[in-house]
């Protein structure tokens, strides 16, 4: 075989630090991907998006040799095992969408031999992995599937690809075999279950997750209403009190994968999941929450308003499902001008830092970017959840 390995949607999030870990593990590695613009950009040694340490790694095994791109999938067919990283996003209905990865295996199918292993690693609808290995029991295929889901924090994946515990699933012991060598590549942390056990596992934990930052903003939105600063109450509940060591900081909870996932596992449970569905309503309503606790304060309409932080998350500069979007959109309607910066995100509505400094009249930290420490914003409203100002949280 040409290559140990092929990671399809290799120049993504997911898939690009995996494909690197694996290379500088020494592994001969195929990234295979249909961006043609992102292939170029990591064939030059750079990473498309903010991943810590990863780059000095990458041109490494640039250098070395071990990393391969292709934009055609008869890669597949020239790789020992193929790991298959491509989302099940949820459509406007909430449900997932199974035919994007139905069309993946359809279009790649013919590329595959048999005996081969094939590893789904993005995270999949419960029972998903059974459907697609009957899908190629079906076209008479018989190879090895597994399911071995990546748990990975986005931005910390070069660190925790090594210290986090792999969890592994296959239809076959030989799946489970050839998983568990592959992946003690990088960890010896494994655990082995039933495919759809592991597919609950990653639902589970991003759906539990996703209710635990809808507990924090429920509780800062009660506060506030009753104009009490959460942040009292938080250092209350948490200072040197270990059962509430875990409780996160309200804020903006978005991204390309909580949200998704709750909703998956909703659908999965027939609509059935009010903890889930309470969690979703929490968390996307904060952003009209803010706005609405404005308009009781301002005539919004003749003020300019400045939102610092578009990305979904601290440090990061990945933009997919972020909030500050979703509140940079109500107020376009209810204030007189909306001015946006994020120091990471390459966006060309947005404005430099200081100008949403100077011209705001009221200015809302949007996402936590530890830079935001430093500011010192006098005679203006700030609207800090996050706290990362120190002076409180109060709308
Ligand atoms: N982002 C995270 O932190 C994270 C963490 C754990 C799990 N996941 C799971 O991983 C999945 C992928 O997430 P991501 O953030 O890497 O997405 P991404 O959009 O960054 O990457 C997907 C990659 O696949 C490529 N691609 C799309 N269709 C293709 C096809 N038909 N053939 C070949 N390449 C194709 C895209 O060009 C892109 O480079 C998510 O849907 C999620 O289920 C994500």
């Not at 996003?89 to 279009?107: A, S, Y």
Request: charged share 25%; proline share 4%; hydrophobic share 40%.
């Amino acid at each position: 075989m040409k290559f140990d390995i092929c990671v399809i949607g290799g120049c993504g999030h997911v898939g690009l630090p995996l494909a690197i870990m694996l290379a500088v593990k020494g592994k001969n590695v195929c990234i295979y991907d249909t961006n043609d613009a992102n292939i170029a950009v990591v064939q030059s040694g750079t990473i498309p998006f903010f991943e810590e340490g990863a780059e000095p790694l990458l041109k490494q095994v640039l250098k070395e040799g071990r990393l391969h791109f292709s934009n055609k999938p008869d890669v597949v067919s020239e790789s020992e095992t193929a790991i298959l990283i491509i989302g099940t996003p949820v459509d406007e209905h909430l449900n997932p969408m199974f035919r994007v990865m139905k069309k993946v295996i359809d279009d790649l199918l013919p590329y595959f031999y048999e005996g081969q292993l094939l590893i789904l690693r993005s995270t999949v609808y419960p029972g998903l992995s059974k459907r697609i290995n009957d899908w190629f029991c079906e076209a008479g295929k018989n190879i090895h599937l597994s399911f071995c889901p990546e748990r990975i924090l986005e931005g910390k994946a070069i660190e925790e690809l090594e210290s986090l515990p792999q969890i592994i699933s296959s239809f076959t012991k030989e799946g489970v075999e050839r998983s568990s060598e592959l992946f003690s590549l990088l960890t010896k942390d494994l655990i082995v279950v039933e495919p759809m056990e592991a597919e609950l596992a990653k639902l589970f934990t991003n759906s539990w997750r996703y209710m635990k930052f809808a507990v924090a903003n429920q509780f800062y939105m009660m506060a506030n209403d009753y104009h009490l600063d959460f942040y009292n109450i938080y250092h209350a509940m948490t200072h040197n009190y270990s059962r509430t060591k875990d409780f996160p900081r309200p804020g903006f909870a978005a991204g390309p994968c909580l949200f998704k996932d709750t909703m998956q596992l909703a659908a999965f449970n027939n609509n059935n999941f009010h903890l889930g569905h309470t969690a979703m309503l929490i968390n996307e309503g904060l952003p009209n929450y803010v706005v609405s606790c404005l308009k009781k304060e301002y005539d919004l309409s003749e003020m300019k308003v400045g939102i610092l932080g578009m990305a979904f998350k601290a440090e990061s500069d990945d933009i997919r499902e972020s909030l500050s979007y979703k509140l940079k959109k109500i107020l376009e309607i209810e204030a007189g001008l909306v001015l946006c910066a994020d120091p990471y995100v390459k966006d060309r509505s947005l404005v430099s830092e200081e100008t949403v400094l100077q011209e705001s009249d009221i200015i809302i930290i949007a996402a936590p970017h530890k830079r935001y420490k430093q500011l010192s914003i006098a005679n203006k409203k700030v609207i800090d959840i996050w706290n990362i100002l120190n002076r409180g949280g109060k709308i």
